[in-house]
């Protein structure tokens, strides 16, 4: 009997493996063709929806949060392009506009509210103290940014009167513009019941910051340092000395109230 001398080549491992028909790759190339036409198609759609159709044009614009402001001198000054498409309004710069035109905006949300409008939500500054500026008052937030110019008091908001020695050397290092910051620190961190009452900031230095409230009384505030603590002790004070005309916070603590 013969013996082999070499081994038998191996099956072709490749033999038994199922080939795609012709007709099955035609269709999935048709199927991945129409899905292309029908993405294309769809982009196109909504491409023409956004910036060539009339159904989404900005046509009008609705403001909100306005008060003292009027709703049409937020538009003017927005100047929100109309008839255009909406999707293509610059929101940033009509913040942008209003931030830098009406300095009473503290804070501006142009939002686009399909299928035609603008909204401007505003938010106005609130006057924590008035300066005067001639026969006029100009209002100051607590942030001590200077925003609307008016002829009349408000109600509720005190003045700030800069009376300082303009050739003392407390004048020449602090200067007008830190010594009216300070007034309205002061204003900001007023106790509410004493700021409901005050009528006047007086500066006369830096150290020699007082508050007259209604009926006449005065409080002493002293310097801006420290007026968390000086506002819990004035706070404390009028509760407890309602009837005093005089009270003392510059040494928040040991203040002292007296009824003349």
Same mark, same amino acid.
């Given at each position: 009997?013969?013996?082999?001398? !070499? ?9 038994? =493996? ?12 048709? #199927?991945?063709?129409?899905? %292309? ?22 046509t ?9 402001? !009027?709703p ?10 109309l008839?255009?498409? %909406? ?14 035109r ?16 603008? +909204? ?15 026969g ?15 002829? &009349? %008091? ?6 700030? =009167?800069?009376?300082? &020695? $303009? ?10 513009? $830190?010594?009216?910051?300070?007034? +309205? ?5 007023l ?8 009528? %006047? #900031? =007086?500066? $006369? ?9 209604a ?9 801006? =340092? ?35």
């Amino acid at each position: 009997m013969a013996v082999p001398t !070499t081994a038998e080549p191996a099956a072709d491992q490749g033999d038994d =493996e199922i080939q795609p028909s012709p007709g099955s790759a035609r269709r999935r190339r048709a #199927i991945t063709l129409a899905a %292309l036409a029908a993405a294309g198609l769809l982009t196109g759609t909504s491409a023409w929806l956004l910036y060539g159709s009339a159904w989404l044009r900005a046509t009008s614009v609705t403001v909100t949060g306005a008060d003292v402001l !009027t709703p049409d001198e937020v538009r003017d000054a927005a100047e929100v392009p109309l008839d255009g498409p %909406l999707v293509s309004v610059d929101t940033d710069a009509v913040a942008g506009r209003l931030r830098e035109r009406l300095p009473r905006i503290a804070n501006v949300t142009v939002e686009r509210s399909w299928p035609h409008t603008i +909204v401007l939500k505003v938010t106005e500054r609130t006057p924590a103290a008035l300066v005067k500026d001639g026969g006029n008052f100009i209002e100051v937030d607590a942030d001590g940014v200077r925003f609307a110019k008016i002829r &009349d %008091l408000i109600k509720g908001v005190p003045v700030i =009167e800069l009376n300082p &020695d $303009r050739d003392s050397a407390s004048f020449r290092h602090f200067g007008t513009k $830190r010594l009216l910051a300070a007034a +309205v620190q002061v204003a900001a961190d007023l106790p509410k019941a004493a700021y409901q009452q005050a009528r %006047l #900031i =007086e500066v $006369r230095s830096w150290d020699d910051i007082s508050v007259e409230l209604a009926g006449g009384r005065t409080v002493v505030w002293g310097s801006v =340092e420290r007026g968390e603590e000086k506002a819990f002790a004035l706070a404390a004070l009028m509760k407890v000395e309602a009837h005093a005309v005089f009270y003392d916070v510059s040494a928040p603590t040991a203040p002292a109230a007296s009824d003349g």
